[in-house]
């Protein structure tokens, strides 16, 4: 079974630039999370899909950040335009079926460096 | 806005000791917790899920719950270095629908 695929791998821009990022979730997972990791935090969520509906975005810095998962499969992140406190890691993460015991799985991340 | 609390560490044993790591949670409602392991680099992985009181094993590893005291741990047994990575304890935020994370505890296992 693939995992959940993201690129880029890395990403450095300068500030006021835009950048996006790539999801695509394991087959048949309904549920798409993109997470937010700071160096030396754990992960926040920054939106939540089902299907190819928002469930979350509470978190979401909507002044910059956007995202869409139009087909309800893969989903791409954007930010425009990135802000020095952007530097993070962004993980990709799916689920099968929105379950109180659902099992996340994560992609390998994007590391975005904002210069 | 609910929230996890750990010790970020380092947490240092050496090999073959019992690591012990904590976490408390500000969510009453919450019925699921979760470990997650995450070397550095890496995207964090499922290790344990516990969802009622008492302890939980699966091969070196243990996870125990009370959540009348909205607290969580995880025991690790004759502890590696490939054990050394860091920790992060999450709970299902039942009005999110999503796991909400603590910053982590880092691990280090002496040779």
């Known amino acids: 079974e693939a995992g959940v695929a993201q690129s880029p791998r890395y990403k450095i821009i300068e500030k006021r630039q835009s950048v996006a990022f790539w999801c695509n979730p394991i087959?048949?997972?309904?549920?798409l999370y993109w997470y937010q990791q700071i160096l030396g935090q754990g992960p926040k969520l920054l939106i939540q899909?089902?299907?190819?509906?928002?469930?979350?975005d509470s978190q979401l810095p909507k002044d910059r950040f956007s995202a869409e998962r139009l087909k309800g499969v893969d989903s791409t992140l954007k930010i425009q335009p990135a802000k020095l406190e952007d530097s993070a890691v962004y993980l990709c993460?799916?689920?099968?079926?929105?379950?109180?015991?659902?099992?996340?799985?994560f992609g390998s991340g994007t590391q975005l460096s904002v210069l | 806005q609910k929230e996890v609390e750990q010790n970020s560490g380092p947490l240092s044993v050496p090999e073959g000791a019992i690591a012990s790591l904590n976490c408390t949670y500000s969510?009453?409602?919450?019925?699921?917790f979760f470990w997650y392991r995450q070397y550095s680099g890496k995207s964090p992985e499922l290790i344990m899920s516990?969802?009622?009181?008492g302890d939980k094993e699966d091969g070196r590893f243990t996870a125990q719950l009370n959540k009348a005291s909205q607290y969580v741990s995880l025991l690790i047994r004759d502890s590696q270095p490939s054990d050394s990575a860091t920790y992060l304890c999450?709970?299902?935020?039942?009005?999110?629908?999503?796991?909400?994370f603590g910053s982590g505890t880092r691990l280090q296992v002496q040779p």
């Open positions: 993460a799916s689920s099968s079926h929105h379950s109180q015991n659902e099992k996340l799985f």
């Open positions: 087959s048949g997972h309904a549920t």
């Open positions: 899909f089902q299907n190819n509906g928002v469930v979350d």
């Open positions: 969510d009453r409602v919450s019925q699921s």
């Open positions: 516990i969802y009622s009181n």
């Open positions: 999450a709970f299902l935020d039942t009005g999110r629908r999503a796991l909400t």
